[in-house]
């Protein structure tokens, strides 16, 4: 299969993905699931199990010699040169709670880079999907970010600061005393999403594992932002989880000045 095909062949695959999962999370959406608690204290229900469950059956007829990382079923051939990464509902406590915010991630990674993502918000019925060389797509149409050359009239974004450790948390701090506005509270993946599609400027966050943050890079650089870590390092599978993501260059470096993140 040539690049060109494989590259069109792993973007089906990635719809197919999501409208499969999407499935299975909306029939439980407000159905009162139960809620069972990870080893982290992190919830998980029969959803994030059965639509995860259902992504890697199909990722394993179409490219059965990738591998597979998944936040609620392991790894398998985790050093394959293409790696399937899933994050069946990010935002799970947004799920459990009724409130459409949640997404699923979904993110092919070649050699340890993420070389495409797909951001999806089946409540919303919102889907972003972008690399593999091709631009992002909100719903199949085209999308972009918005440019901010002034880190004054920014807003920031970050999902909980509950998450931070103190350095962090001053880190962050630094950054929303230096932007226009800065808020917080439940948006997990959506706040990348709306970086994508130029509703809001930028994100900054501390993500646990790989599956937070693969499939966010390919989706907004796509629609021409920019994605790091907080030295301002592309993200890779051996990231910190270190997340900055910017509508564009220019905010970028201001964000990462203002950051002042230690090495």
């Not at 439980?28 to 992504?55: Q, Y």
């Amino acid at each position: 299969m040539g690049p060109d095909a494989f590259a069109a062949a792993s973007i089906a695959l990635v719809h197919r993905l999501a409208d499969a999962s999407g499935e299975i999370v909306l029939g439980h959406f407000r159905k009162g699931v139960s809620v069972d608690t990870k080893t982290d204290a992190s919830p998980v229900t029969v959803a994030d199990r059965d639509s995860e469950a259902k992504m890697r059956e199909l990722i394993r007829i179409a490219f059965p010699h990738h591998g597979i990382i998944g936040e609620e079923h392991g790894s398998e051939n985790a050093d394959a040169e293409w790696v399937w990464v899933l994050d069946p509902i990010d935002g799970t406590k947004s799920f459990i709670n009724g409130v459409p915010l949640f997404g699923t991630l979904i993110a092919l990674m070649h050699k340890g880079v993420p070389w495409l993502g797909c951001i999806n918000h089946p409540a919303l019925r919102e889907r972003w999907v972008g690399g593999a060389g091709q631009p992002t797509t909100l719903n199949h149409q085209p999308c972009h970010t918005r440019a901010c050359p002034d880190l004054k009239q920014a807003t920031v974004y970050t999902t909980d600061m509950q998450y931070f450790e103190p350095a962090e948390h001053a880190a962050f701090m630094r950054l929303g005393a230096a932007a226009g506005v800065y808020r917080t509270g439940g948006m997990d993946c959506y706040g990348y999403a709306m970086v994508a599609a130029g509703w809001t400027d930028i994100v900054c966050e501390h993500v646990s594992q790989l599956h937070d943050f693969a499939a966010l890079a390919p989706v907004i650089e796509g629609a021409g932002g920019i994605v790091t870590d907080w030295h301002g390092k592309k993200l890779k599978q051996n990231s910190t989880g270190h997340v900055l993501a910017c509508g564009d260059r220019t905010s970028h470096a201001q964000a990462l000045k203002a950051l002042n993140w230690p090495a």
